[in-house]
């Protein structure tokens, strides 16, 4: 007679575990979207996430500044990989459109691909808006490899501009990605009208609009 093995068909200790991890990841993600993070407490993430124990949260990440960046990694890891085969693509020599919509095409088909509802982008806002925690989406922006190569295509491109309105016109770039993404995933979350159908065309108006930031004359007043 032939003896067959029993199938465990319960979930091993570190699969539990990393289920719990996804619960909380998502469920603080949309929360610091709509909210703002430190509006939203560990106990409430840890409701949302259907956990009983209301030390979840810091089980398993420990401090709120940790949260923040694992949600930032779990997504930023994504677009670097669409970013990444991007940048490899590109065409030598590369132009401003080009290495622009390097940095906006990647986050809006990521968020293409997640599909609605996402919150990664309000998150972003949120993040970014907070001085505490935007140094932490900073830090983890600033070490993807793609995204430094974009930036020096980008500076080659515009080594004629004098350094404070070069500086001055990446503060103007970051907030128009940032927040006109955040705007464009809050209007599909509340089912409201867009002025792009798609993500795909709202990314080329944004690049539409960043070029022209970046090629606008400069005014002397001096």
Not at 1 to 11: A, I
Not at 121 to 134: E, I
Not at 188 to 195: Q, R, S, V, Y
Request: charged content about 25%.
């Amino acid at each position: 007679m032939v003896m067959m093995n029993k199938v465990d068909d319960n979930p091993s200790r570190a699969e539990r575990a990393h289920a719990t991890r996804e619960l909380i990841l998502t469920a603080a993600e949309r929360l610091f979207a709509e909210h703002g993070v430190l509006a939203v407490s560990n106990r409430q993430v840890s409701e949302a996430a259907g956990q009983g124990n209301n030390t979840a949260v810091g089980y398993h990440f420990g401090t709120k500044a940790d949260l923040v960046r694992a949600i930032a990694r779990k997504h930023l890891a994504q677009i670097e990989e669409i970013r990444q085969r991007m940048v490899a693509d590109i065409g030598d020599p590369a132009d401003v459109r080009a290495w622009i919509t390097c940095l906006v095409r990647p986050v809006t088909e990521h968020l293409a691909e997640v599909g609605s509802p996402t919150w990664f982008a309000r998150f972003g806002a949120q993040v970014m808006t907070d001085p505490t925690l935007r140094p932490i989406l900073v830090e983890e922006t600033q070490s993807s490899p793609s995204l430094v190569r974009i930036l020096s295509g980008l500076n080659a491109c515009l080594s004629d501009l004098p350094d404070d309105v070069r500086a001055e016109r990446y503060d103007m770039a970051r907030q128009l990605l940032v927040h006109m993404i955040a705007e464009r995933e809050r209007a599909l979350a509340d089912n409201t009208p867009t002025p792009r159908a798609s993500w795909h065309d709202a990314a080329t108006g944004l690049v539409d609009a960043l070029v022209g930031l970046w090629l606008a004359p400069v005014t002397n007043d001096s």
